[in-house]
C-alpha cells in the first residue's frame, strides 16, 4: 500500500531494462534508491535520488544518468510529468486519477489500509511499564504504558509480531522491604498502634488493605513471630495483590499484556549463573577493582574492592559492569542481563525496553550485554521517557496522596471522567517520548484547536455528522464505503481537495517509517495534519457552495465528496486504533 515504495520498485525495473539495454554498466547496486516526497511540494508529488547514487559507479554524471531514467519514470501509470532538478534528483508529479483512485483504496480496504508486510513476521519482544511491584502506578509509569503498548500496535501493523511483556522486579531489598511494610499494617490491623512509618518502608495508604487481608486470613498468629518465619509469605501475599492491582490500572488505560515475567522465577530457575557460565566460557569475566568514577557519585553497585566483573567495556560501555557484590549476591545488572537472554533464546532478537528517564545511565550497559550473550545477534533499543508534569490551569496540581507521595495513574484517570483513558494515550503520544511533558488537566478537556485530542476526535466526529446528514440525499446502501468507492472521483479537483487526498494516501508511509524508528508519537503528529486539512476544507466549504460535501441537486458530487469524507473517517480511525484511543462518531 505504500505508494512510495511501489514506485520505488517500479524505478528499479527502469533501471534494470537500461542495464538490459547496454545504457547502463552491470552489476549496479540499486539498493540505495529511495523515492520520498519532494521537500518543496511544488517540486511534484515524488523524488528519487536514483541518479545521484548510480552515477560514480556507473562512471557518468548523475543529470546524465538522470536523463536516462526520466522517460522510463514518465511512461509509468499516474505520472504526469517529470523533471529533473539540481545536480540530478528526479522529481515527478502525479495524475489527480491517479490520487482518486488512491482513495478509492481507503475506502475499499477500510481500517486495514496501511496494514504493511513490512516486518515480514519477525519477532519482536517489547517490554513496558515493569514498575517494581510496591505501590500503584504513578503518572510517569502512564508515559511508558502508553509509549509501549502504542509502539506494539503500531509494529503489528507493519507486520511485525510482537509480544508485550512486563518484567517484575520481584527480587531484591525492595520486595523484602514491602514485606516488612506489609507486616506493619498486618499488626495495625489486629489492633497495634503502629505510629509513624519507619524510614525505607511504604507509607502509602494502599497497604493497608493487604494488611487487612493478612490480618483476616492468618490470624494472630505471626504479629510476634521472628521475620524469618512470616516474610515469605507477607512477601508473596503483598506482590500478588500489587501486582492485581497494577493489571487493574493498566487495563483501565487500556493495555493487556502478553506475558509477565517474574525476576525471582529467573534466579530460581539458575537464569543467572548461566549467564554467568556464558559469559565465562567466552572469557568476558575477570576479577578486579573498579576505580571510582571521577567527578560523579558513584554508581550504587560500586565498591572499593574486588568484585565478578563483566568486560563491557568490550562491547560499547563506559566502564566494565560488576556482576556480584563482594558479599556473593547479585547484581541487579546479572538478573537483567538474564532477562534479556531468556528473551532471545525465546526467539527474540529484537528487544525494545521502554523505560523512565532515571534509567539513562543503564542504557549502554545494557545494550552491551545484549551484544555479548548474543554473539551480536541480539539488538536492544531502549525508549526513554521523560517525566511528565502534571498541571491544572498552568499551575502544578496536587491530586490525593493515597499513594503515599506521588499522584496515581487511577486518580488520573478518574479525574478526566470517563473519556479518561483516551484522553491519557493521546496526549502521552503529542511529545517525543524523550521530551519532557506537561499534562495540563485544564487543557486536556478543552474543546479546543489548542487540544490535540478534541481536534483529532472532532474531525473525526464531523465526518460522521455529515454521513449522517447525507441520508436525506443517498440511501444508507449508497453511502456503504465500497458503493461510495465506485463514485466519479474526477469532481475532486479542487486544490483543498487533492492535498488532503494526499495526505490520507501517505498513511501507509507513516506506518512504515514510524515502525522502523520504532516511534509511535508520529502517529499523532499524522493525524492532527489530516484534521487540520479536514477542518480546513470544512471552513473552505463555507464560503463556497461548490466545495460543500452535500449538495441535494448533484447526486454525483455528493458521492465523490463523501466518499473524501469516508476516507478521512477511516484513515483517522486506523490512526487511533494504533494509538489505543476509541475514535468518537459524536461529541458530547
Keep these: 500500500m505504500n505508494l512510495f515504495r511501489t514506485f520505488q520498485a517500479q524505478i528499479v525495473d527502469v533501471i534494470e531494462d537500461l542495464i538490459k539495454a547496454g545504457e547502463l554498466p552491470e552489476g549496479l547496486d540499486t539498493s540505495r534508491i529511495t523515492v520520498e516526497p ?28 538522470a536523463a536516462l531514467i526520466a522517460p522510463g519514470i514518465e511512461a509509468l501509470d499516474g505520472v504526469e510529468n517529470v523533471d529533473i532538478a539540481g545536480p540530478g534528483f528526479i522529481n515527478a508529479g502525479l495524475s489527480d486519477a491517479f490520487w482518486h483512485h488512491q482513495l478509492g483504496q481507503i475506502l475499499n480496504s477500510g481500517t486495514d489500509y496501511g496494514n504493511s508486510n513490512l516486518g515480514d513476521g519477525e ?3 517489547v517490554e513496558y511499564v515493569s514498575a517494581n511491584p510496591t505501590g500503584p502506578l504513578h503518572v510517569a509509569h502512564a508515559r511508558g504504558a502508553v509509549v509501549g503498548d502504542a509502539l506494539v500496535n503500531l509494529l503489528r501493523k507493519a507486520g511485525f509480531e510482537v509480544t508485550s511483556e512486563y518484567y517484575i522486579n520481584d527480587a531484591g531489598n525492595q520486595v523484602d522491604q514491602l514485606a516488612r511494610s506489609a507486616h506493619l499494617r498486618y499488626r495495625e490491623a489486629l489492633g497495634e498502634d503502629i505510629g509513624e512509618i519507619p524510614e525505607g518502608l511504604y507509607p502509602g495508604e494502599y497497604m493497608i488493605a493487604i ?4 490480618a483476616d486470613t492468618l490470624g494472630d498468629g505471626l504479629k510476634d513471630a521472628p521475620e524469618e518465619e512470616w516474610i515469605e509469605t507477607f512477601r508473596n501475599v503483598a506482590i500478588e495483590r500489587l501486582m492485581d492491582q497494577i493489571k487493574d490500572d493498566l487495563a483501565a488505560l487500556g493495555i493487556e499484556q502478553d506475558v509477565f515475567t517474574s525476576e525471582r522465577d529467573l534466579v530460581a530457575a539458575g537464569k543467572v549463573e548461566h549467564v554467568q557460565e556464558l559469559l565465562e566460557a567466552r572469557g568476558l569475566i575477570y576479577r578486579g577493582v573498579l576505580e571510582p568514577p571521577k567527578g560523579k557519585a558513584a554508581p550504587e553497585d560500586w565498591e572499593p574492592r574486588e568484585q565478578t566483573l563483566f568486560r563491557a567495556t568490550d562491547f560499547g560501555d563506559d566502564t566494565d559492569r560488576p556482576l556480584k557484590k563482594s558479599d556473593g549476591s547479585w547484581t541487579y545488572f546479572s538478573n537483567d542481563i538474564a532477562n534479556h537472554l531468556d528473551k532471545f533464546q525465546r526467539g527474540f532478537s529484537t528487544m525494545i525496553d521502554v523505560w523512565g528517564a532515571d534509567h539513562g545511565g543503564y542504557v549502554k550497559r545494557m545494550q552491551a550485554a ?3 550473550v548474543t554473539e551480536g545477534e541480539g539488538e536492544l533499543d531502549v525508549k526513554l521517557c521523560q517525566i511528565v508534569h502534571l498541571k491544572k490551569g498552568g499551575e502544578p496540581f496536587r491530586m490525593s496522596k493515597r499513594a503515599g507521595n506521588f499522584v496515581t495513574l487511577r486518580d488520573l484517570i478518574d479525574e478526566l471522567g470517563e473519556s479518561g483513558k483516551d484522553i491519557i494515550r493521546f496526549i502521552m503520544l503529542t511529545r517525543k517520548n524523550d521530551s519532557q511533558m506537561d499534562f495540563d488537566l485544564d487543557k486536556a478537556l478543552e474543546q479546543s484547536r489548542d ?19 447525507a441520508t436525506g440525499v443517498l440511501s444508507e446502501a449508497d453511502l456503504a464505503p465500497e458503493k461510495l468507492a465506485g463514485a466519479d472521483m474526477s469532481v475532486l479537483s479542487d486544490p483543498a481537495e487533492l492535498e488532503l487526498i494526499r495526505m490520507l494516501a501517505n498513511w501507509p508511509k507513516t506506518v512504515e517509517a514510524a515502525a522502523e524508528s520504532h516511534e509511535p508519537h508520529r502517529i499523532a ?6 484534521a487540520a486539512l479536514f477542518h480546513g476544507l470544512w471552513n473552505k466549504g463555507k464560503d463556497n457552495v461548490q466545495l460543500r460535501f452535500i449538495d441535494e441537486d448533484d447526486a454525483d458530487a455528493t458521492r465523490a465528496r463523501l466518499a473524501l469524507v469516508v476516507g478521512v473517517a477511516t484513515v483517522i480511525a486506523s490512526g487511533l486504533q494504533v494509538m489505543g484511543v476509541t475514535p468518537l462518531d459524536e461529541l458530547r
Design 38 to 65: 519532494p521537500r518543496d511540494a511544488s517540486h511534484g508529488d515524488i523524488s528519487t535520488n536514483a541518479a545521484m547514487v548510480l552515477a560514480k559507479p556507473a562512471g557518468m554524471k548523475p543529470r546524465d544518468v
Design 123 to 125: 519477532k519482536i519482544n
Design 211 to 214: 494488611g487487612e487481608e493478612l
Design 370 to 372: 545484549v551484544r555479548a
Design 451 to 469: 487540544n490535540p485530542v478534541f481536534y483529532v476526535q472532532y474531525a473525526h466526529a464531523r465526518c460522521h455528522s455529515v454521513l449522517r446528514n
Design 525 to 530: 503528529f499524522y493525524l492532527n495534519d489530516v
